[in-house]
């Protein structure tokens, strides 16, 4: 059995440096912010 829970979030990007060339950074954030909108979803779900 599949169950799928949407998510939505805006995605908010990082301040960083202009001189700082760093994607993980960024995708780390991505990652984070993604997964508290899913916790969230969780929450209402339940």
Same mark, same amino acid.
């Given at each position: #059995?599949? +169950? &799928? ?10 301040? +960083?440096?202009? =001189?700082?060339? =760093? ?5 780390? &954030?991505?990652?984070?912010? !993604?997964?508290? !909108?899913?916790? &969230? !979803? #969780? =929450?209402?779900?339940?």
């Amino acid at each position: #059995m599949k +169950i &799928s829970i949407p998510a939505e979030f805006e995605y908010v990007e990082p301040k +960083i440096p202009e =001189d700082v060339i =760093d994607n993980t950074t960024l995708i780390i &954030s991505f990652v984070l912010q !993604a997964r508290s !909108a899913f916790v &969230s !979803a #969780m =929450d209402a779900w339940v």
